[in-house]
């Protein structure tokens, strides 16, 4: 699931570092995650997990991490955690 | 008091505006004329607010109405406000297809199908013109005063909404430090010259109305950021909660859009404060009565009446 969140992250988030080395929590705002690249990273993560974010996911926190972004894809897919 | 009532009340206010023809309807839901006597609010609304801003801006500008179509695509309002976006259409087929738009006419029916879009389409904010104007390197930071007009489509019959509207707006732009220091300066000033008007307002972080789904993810971003706050009047029961002014961090967003780059090379930020005129008049008229003449003398000298 990480590698495919990193993906979408590459192609999608324009992020100021290498996707790579990103650490679990850190903060893809301050890394430069825009308002536009974070929808644009939603819309990706829908299609290549199948899924659809409810309203009340529609939240700043949802995307603003590695980790955050994973819980939030636990919690779609009703997978269980590793 | 119950809801309906409130919304009596409200409709009641609408009915004496236009009973006292300060304002007077049109044909078009959400559009009037304006008499003299709002005229006479307005500028002195606008004269309070060049008198604010007198002893920072550098420059002071009257902005248009209409704007390059394209300006919707590169300010981002297109993607976040399909919604409120106002195109210009003309009939630009030429006389070849000139019988069928008589013909359609004449049939009461669809003439419309005659049209095509042109380059041009309305402005959807006070100072969005004012951005491709400083495309280029920025030396020093500039602070610029605008008259700016906006059409949105949104037809009611809620005074606060009516479609072409003015903002009248102290821009600043250059450093981040200085777009962050511009919107929270003017916070309390405008809140201070609204309470001289006798409008007591409160600052609220507030998001702008983006479109659908993906508009509330980007509400959310910018509530969390505090890049809007709206000074937000309490008028009640006359007229509902509504946003007298508002205060914008725009961060890089017109500067990356508009190539606005500072001596560093970096894109320029911005900020705003935008003063909705008419919303303000609305806002004396529901407080102190449909006679500026029976207002607080305080007010009329302050508004040169």
Not at chain 1, 31 to 59: C, I, K, N, T, W
Not at chain 2, 37 to 56: C, K, P, Y
Request: charged share 25%.
């Amino acid at each position: 699931v990480d590698e495919e969140i990193r993906a979408v992250l590459a192609a999608h988030g324009r992020l100021a570092v290498d996707v790579a080395s990103l650490g679990d929590d850190d903060d893809l705002y301050e890394l430069g995650l825009s308002s536009y690249a974070s929808v644009r990273v939603m819309l990706a993560l829908e299609e290549r997990f199948q899924v659809e974010f409810p309203s009340e996911m529609l939240r700043r926190r949802t995307f603003s991490s590695l980790g955050a972004i994973r819980e939030a894809l636990f919690v779609l897919t009703g997978a269980s955690k590793p | 008091v119950s809801s309906d009532g409130l919304e009596e009340e409200r409709a009641g206010f609408r009915d004496a505006l236009l009973g006292a023809r300060i304002l007077l309807a049109s044909d078009a839901k959400g559009v009037y004329l304006r008499s003299a006597t709002f005229e006479a609010v307005v500028a002195g609304i606008d004269r309070l607010v060049s008198e604010a801003a007198s002893e920072e801006v550098d420059d002071r500008l009257y902005l248009p109405l209409v704007v390059a179509r394209s300006l919707l695509e590169r300010s981002g309002f297109l993607a976040s406000f399909p919604d409120l976006v106002g195109a210009i259409w003309g009939f630009l087929a030429g006389e070849a297809s000139f019988a069928e738009l008589l013909a359609a006419l004449d049939s009461q029916g669809d003439w419309t199908s005659q049209l095509e879009a042109t380059e041009l389409a309305l402005c959807p904010a006070g100072c969005h013109p004012l951005y491709p104007a400083l495309r280029g390197v920025l030396h020093k930071e500039r602070r610029v005063e605008a008259f700016g007009q906006a059409f949105r489509h949104e037809p009611s019959n809620d005074l606060a909404r009516m479609l072409t509207f003015r903002q009248h707006e102290v821009v600043y732009v250059g450093s981040p430090q200085g777009a962050v220091a511009h919107r929270d300066g003017w916070v309390a000033r405008a809140k201070s010259l609204l309470g001289g008007l006798g409008l007591d307002t409160e600052p609220v972080v507030a998001s702008d109305p983006f479109f659908g789904r993906l508009g509330a993810l980007l509400a959310s971003q910018q509530e969390d950021e505090a890049l809007k706050i709206e000074l937000v009047a309490n008028l009640a029961p006359r007229v509902a909660p509504m946003a007298l002014a508002s205060v914008n961090c725009h961060r890089d967003h017109f500067g990356r859009a508009f190539g606005i780059v500072r001596a560093n090379d970096e894109p320029a930020h911005s900020a705003c404060v935008g003063f909705g005129v008419e919303r303000i008049a609305l806002a004396l008229f529901a407080a102190h009565g449909l006679e500026p003449r029976a207002w607080p003398g305080s007010v009329r000298e302050r508004l040169g009446l």
